[in-house]
């Protein structure tokens, strides 16, 4: 079976630094990604992964390391516009298919 | 900029009904893909297609349908809507080669009364 597992909720200080870790057993892996979304609206890209190691895109960073089946997403100098849910999702090699963990919903203090 | 647009934003539908949910792209990717989002569940794929007339079902196919006639256009059907159906769908695209990620449209709240 297919399986995706992230934190539900987590809380964090504005300013500080958090990270989103993200499990994955799936039938095939043909890349990760991290998605933002805030309520009301549609997930937006935030980064890819396909081989190990760690992707730098300004504040958001991403991880990967494929033997152990596991990622993690780090936000650096939190802002409060980066409350949001942070999805998860894994590209299934064999066919296109791209499959969502339930998301971490990310709160951010003052 | 990739552009993923659903039919409608806000749908209200009685039980028994056959609803279509439309949804168009504009970047001319391969692959297209309904999703179902609820409180808890996160998204959930219900099919997806890899080309024209090509489809595939995800992990909650049961009660939907989909069409692929053309490669822009990918239509999610309710054959006959029920209440626990009332959720909110996206519809997102990709390419199959080269930036995979996938585009959302701006989700679809059907309820179903």
């Known amino acids: 079976g297919q399986n995706i597992d992230q934190p539900t909720e987590m809380t964090a200080t504005e300013g500080a630094i958090v990270q989103i870790n993200c499990t994955y057993q799936?039938?095939?892996?043909?890349?990760l990604f991290w998605y933002q979304q805030h309520a009301g609206e549609a997930p937006t890209f935030l980064s890819y992964n396909v081989l190990d190691g760690l992707e730098e895109k300004g504040r958001f960073s991403s991880f990967l390391s494929r033997s152990k089946g596991y990622s993690y997403l780090l936000l650096k100098e939190l802002q409060m516009k980066d409350s949001a849910s942070y999805l998860c999702?894994?590209?299934?090699?064999?066919?296109?298919?791209?499959?969502f963990g339930s998301g971490t919903r990310l709160s951010i203090r003052p | 900029d990739v552009k993923v647009t659903q039919s409608s934003r806000y749908l209200v539908k009685r039980t028994g009904e056959k609803v279509f949910l439309e949804c168009v792209q504009d970047m001319d990717h391969e692959n297209m893909f309904w999703y179902r989002q609820d409180p808890g569940l996160g998204l959930r794929l219900i099919y997806f297609?890899?080309?024209?007339?090509?489809?595939e079902k995800g992990d909650i196919p049961e009660g939907y349908s989909v069409s692929r006639e053309k490669k822009e256009r990918f239509s999610l059907i309710l054959e006959s809507a029920s209440t626990n159906q009332t959720s909110m769908y996206l519809c997102?695209?990709?390419?199959?080669?080269?930036?995979?990620?996938?585009?959302f449209g701006q989700g679809t709240r059907l309820t179903v009364v």
């Open positions: 997102a695209s990709s390419l199959n080669l080269g930036r995979t990620e996938a585009f």
């Open positions: 799936t039938s095939g892996f043909n890349g």
């Open positions: 297609s890899y080309d024209v007339k090509m489809k």
């Open positions: 999702a894994v590209r299934v090699s064999s066919a296109s298919k791209i499959i």
